[in-house]
């Protein structure tokens, strides 16, 4: 029977971690961490994210603000605040809740935000770190994917990792990470001819295509870990939502270890954010 990955039990270890670490920067510096947390219009699934980060910042003594601007909200109007909170020393980390409206590019409301503060990892400056295996701030949901393998491998050096996902967000990062502990890494995605058949030599299996129930138990080698970032919200029979990892959780029997979803990946994202914010403030006292 796969051993399950108890990635809420981690996540809280981590953050209780954080809080000891943040009241020990606040009695050093006179003042805690500090993230700001900008959202651009009314999305639901936002509004959930950013509830519980707030939420988790409060819990491990890290003073959050929140600018929640309209949806129509001019893009000038949006780097002029992020300008601003870059300018501002008392604010540690910046993050830019996506998706944003269309009218706005992402791309440049990100490069806007100063590398230092950049919690979410991915201002080009972080990602050509990450590149180089220099000591940047790393993509929260990554870093989350290799503590939880930490815990169920002791030595990721030689093995096999597939990589199923090519986003800038997961898929890339996650693959830098992977070759940086000396992993053989292969890159795949939904396109990928020969899927199955590239799985079952895996090692570790890290999917995150957004395509619910792709990796079928058959694909996977009996003790392989598979660490499971896909979640996509769906009808069960009874007409029931349910939320649904890109693996068939139900085939994954003969695996060494899962991460479930929900309670794997999701819970980890928050609490690297709050590691990381801590860690941007601990560089910027000392710059």
Not at 200 to 224: F, H, M, S, T
Not at 226 to 246: H, N
């Amino acid at each position: 029977m796969a051993k399950i990955i108890q990635g809420t039990q981690i996540a809280r270890a981590i953050c209780d971690e954080v809080r000891t670490e943040a009241s020990a920067f606040c009695r050093d510096f006179g003042l805690p961490p500090a993230l700001a947390v900008i959202m651009v219009g009314a999305n639901p699934a936002s509004e959930v994210y950013v509830r519980q980060k707030v939420i988790e910042c409060e819990r491990a003594g890290i003073r959050s603000e929140e600018y929640r601007l309209p949806g129509d909200t001019l893009q000038a109007d949006l780097l002029d605040l992020i300008k601003r909170l870059n300018r501002d020393n008392k604010v540690h980390g910046i993050l830019v809740q996506l998706p944003l409206p269309d009218h706005v590019d992402a791309v440049n409301v990100l490069d806007a935000i100063a590398p230092d503060k950049d919690v979410d990892g991915f201002h080009p400056v972080n990602v050509g770190r990450l590149s180089t295996g220099s000591d940047g701030l790393i993509p929260c949901t990554p870093l989350g994917c290799m503590k939880l393998l930490d815990t169920v491998i002791d030595e990721l050096r030689g093995k096999h990792a597939v990589v199923i996902g090519k986003s800038n967000i997961v898929g890339k990062p996650v693959a830098l990470l992977l070759l940086e502990r000396e992993c053989t890494v292969t890159v795949a995605h939904i396109a990928t001819q020969g899927l199955p058949d590239i799985v079952r030599n895996a090692d570790v299996i890290v999917v995150a295509a957004g395509a619910p129930r792709l990796v079928r138990g058959e694909w996977i080698k009996p003790g392989a870990v598979v660490i499971d970032v896909g979640i996509t919200r769906q009808r069960g029979p009874d007409g029931k939502a349910l939320l649904v990892g890109d693996c068939a959780a139900d085939e994954m029997e003969h695996a060494g270890a899962v991460t479930p979803v929900p309670g794997g990946v999701g819970p980890m994202t928050i609490a690297c954010l709050l590691s990381n914010t801590l860690k941007a403030a601990r560089r910027l006292v000392h710059a």
